[in-house]
């Protein structure tokens, strides 16, 4: 059994409110804040799409930023590796960015593995309904092993990688998730479209009304 989340080792602190709130702060960026949360095999094109989709969103005037799995674990994560509980610890950790991120007001852009769905619900959880968009980018394994971008899967395939998701470690399709992305099927132009017509649809590019959920 993995470690629980989110353990709390500081008993005396206090929340702090601040003088600004989420609402006067989307209505300066004149959007709302969300999390896009990218899951998917390696090499499936989550960062792909993410590093698209955040171009297009900025050159639009969005506030958006991409937290990215192998970018992050050259830093905030470096201490992490890929076991069950590692794994669980580097989604805790962005989950939480994440979500100072959408109270900020801005859209992040997150990609990450994210192979476990009980991580990813957590994260859902700690997020406002209709903050935490999941999208599954789903490519098959033997796409993913074909496009090898990082030479990855054949390092694990000679044993040079343990826990390889796919291969040694589980990766576990969301259920019912936001948004599917198929990229072996559709082209990059096809699925930074869908999301940004996504976004357009359910309201996140336009600044609120009322107050948030
Ligand atoms: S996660 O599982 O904890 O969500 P994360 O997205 O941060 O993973 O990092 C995944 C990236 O690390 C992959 O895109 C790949 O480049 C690299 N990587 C290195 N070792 C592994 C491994 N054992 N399993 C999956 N990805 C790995």
Redesign the pocket.
């Known amino acids: 059994m993995v470690q629980a989340m989110a353990e709390q080792r500081s008993p005396n602190v206090h929340w702090h409110m601040g003088q600004v709130s989420r609402p006067q702060r989307e209505a300066a960026r004149g959007h709302r804040g969300a999390a896009i949360w990218l899951t998917g095999l390696?090499?499936s094109g989550k960062?792909t799409i993410a590093v698209a989709l955040e171009r297009v969103l900025v050159e639009r005037g969005v506030s958006a930023y991409v937290l990215?799995?192998?970018n992050?674990?050259h830093g905030l994560?470096s201490d992490?590796g890929?076991s069950h509980a590692?794994?669980t610890e580097?989604?805790r950790r962005?989950g939480e960015v994440a979500k100072l991120f959408v109270d900020a007001g801005l859209i992040v852009l997150c990609?990450?593995?994210?192979?476990f769905r009980e991580d990813r619900d957590w994260v859902r959880k700690r997020m406002a309904t209709g903050d935490f968009i999941e999208v599954h980018v789903l490519a098959s394994l033997d796409a993913c092993r074909a496009r090898d971008p990082?030479g990855?899967y054949q390092k694990?395939t000679q044993g040079q990688?343990?826990?390889?998701?796919g291969l040694?470690?589980p990766y576990e399709p969301p259920l019912q998730p936001e948004l599917t992305l198929d990229t072996e099927h559709s082209t990059l132009e096809q699925n930074v479209g869908a999301l940004l017509a996504f976004l357009e649809e359910h309201g996140y590019l336009a600044a609120r009304a009322g107050q948030p959920g």
Do not use: Y
């Open positions: 390696s090499g960062s990215d799995g192998d992050l674990r994560c992490l890929f590692d794994r580097n989604i962005i990609a990450f593995v994210s192979p990082k990855l694990a990688i343990a826990e390889f998701t040694s470690s």
